[in-house]
């Protein structure tokens, strides 16, 4: 049995395997709402053959989102309108559910990809940022508000909240989102984060406002269900962010009563140099996994199926999430189970791609 298709426990949740649909924005929101374009979205990669998907980053604040067009679940409306499309998730799909919860900080108020990704102009709906320190991300970009105490105690709350949500919709997982530049990982680097009270400095200072949102969700999110947070491995940028310090880091939240990390990396500031490869993050979580007792998945260019399983077998991470290669192949589940030679689900309504679970389909035309 190939590794990669063997059940993996976080907290208290048993996933069939050790396969994620990464987290990834479709940006196509209103007021943080999601519509059918999610509906499809996720409907059809819940039917992946990944044990996971993972819904994008879900802001839990409006001034949270990155672009207007990103999700939310910080109102009755933004959590009312996940219900039908998880129920169908639920009905039809293999995959158990998670959501990842994120403050933007410094890098919202932007238009979506698609049309630059560039700060919003104040007659466009911008909307005030907030961050560790009053730095843009990059020159033109909108500058944020250092957040003050009462900033602090009201973001996390937010977090508080979208995580309570998030259960009574029925998430098994909840993801934090502390990499890619936003508020969490804008706390912890030393990059963005140039505070001089107890919030800034040292790496523990730096850690301390993402390890205070960490044990506030902790305290609400139940024990049965999973809970993890997405990290910086690498900041990729001389005096950044280290593998060693995701160690550290990855330790805290194992002692909050964190189940996993997912070990990511970059985003901090364009200045940024990253060197992409098949697996290019693989590095990162192996540090991690070593230095820690924390479950760790790896993610960033994991696609042919042989490299998911050699992670596993070689023991440098306990499972692998994909983003890109599920949008290319939103079956990429059910190939990689070919490829290895493993047995997954399939709704009964495709069977009939899989002559070995419809014998005789290939003779008959209908
Ligand atoms: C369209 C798209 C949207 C993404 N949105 C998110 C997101 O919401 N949260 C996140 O942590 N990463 C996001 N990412 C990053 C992916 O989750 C993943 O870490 C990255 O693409 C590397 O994995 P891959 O090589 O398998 O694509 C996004 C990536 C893509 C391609």
């Known amino acids: 049995m190939p590794q990669l298709f063997t059940p993996i426990t976080l907290g208290g949740v048993t996933f069939a395997n050790r396969i994620a649909v990464s987290p990834m924005c479709q940006y196509s929101a209103t007021d943080g709402v999601p519509n059918d374009w999610h509906a499809q979205h996720l409907a059809s990669l819940s039917m992946s053959g990944a044990g996971l998907l993972v819904?994008?980053?879900?802001?839990?604040?409006?001034?949270?989102?990155?672009?207007?067009?990103?999700l939310g679940l910080y109102s009755d409306a933004t959590e009312a309108a996940f219900e039908p499309?998880?129920?169908?998730?639920?009905?039809?799909?293999?995959?158990?559910?998670?959501?990842?919860l994120a403050h933007a900080g410094r890098k919202g108020s932007v238009r979506v990809p698609w049309e630059g990704g560039t700060p919003l102009a104040g007659n466009a709906g911008a909307w005030q940022t907030y961050a560790s320190s009053a730095i843009p991300f990059d020159e033109e970009w909108h500058t944020p508000q250092a957040l003050d105490d009462a900033g602090l105690a009201r973001i996390r709350d937010g977090f508080v909240a979208s995580a309570r949500r998030a259960d009574r919709l029925g998430?098994?997982?909840?993801?934090?989102?502390?990499?890619h530049g936003y508020l969490l990982h804008n706390f912890v680097s030393p990059i963005s984060n140039r505070r001089n009270d107890a919030y800034g400095g040292s790496l523990a200072n730096r850690m301390r406002f993402p390890?205070?949102?960490?044990?506030?969700?902790r305290a609400v999110w139940p024990r049965d269900k999973a809970l993890g947070m997405r990290i910086t491995g690498s900041d990729w940028?001389?005096?950044?962010?280290?593998?060693e310090d995701a160690?550290?880091?990855?330790?805290?939240?194992?002692?909050i009563g964190f189940d996993y990390v997912c070990v990511s990396s970059g985003g901090i500031s364009p200045q940024a140099r990253v060197a992409l490869g098949p697996g290019y993050q693989v590095p990162f979580a192996e540090t991690v996994k070593k230095q820690s007792k924390i479950a760790v998945q790896s993610v960033g260019l994991i696609v042919d199926p042989h490299l998911a399983e050699a992670i596993i077998t070689e023991g440098r991470a306990d499972c692998v999430a994909l983003?890109?290669?599920?949008?290319?192949?939103?079956?990429?589940?059910?190939?990689?189970a070919d490829a290895l030679g493993a047995e997954i689900a399939h709704p009964p309504q495709y069977h009939r791609a899989r002559p070995r679970l419809w014998p005789g389909a290939a003779l008959v035309r209908r």
């Open 55 to 70: 819904v994008e980053m879900t802001a839990v604040e409006p001034e949270g989102r990155i672009t207007p067009h990103c």
């Open 85 to 100: 499309i998880l129920a169908t998730c639920r009905r039809w799909g293999t995959a158990k559910l998670g959501i990842q």
């Open 171 to 179: 998430f098994e997982l909840v993801e934090l989102h502390g990499a």
């Open 211 to 217: 390890l205070e949102v960490a044990a506030a969700v």
């Open 237 to 243: 940028i001389d005096g950044g962010l280290t593998a």
């Open 247 to 255: 160690a550290v880091f990855a330790n805290e939240l194992h002692g």
């Open 323 to 336: 983003a890109r290669g599920f949008l290319d192949d939103p079956r990429w589940g059910w190939h990689a």
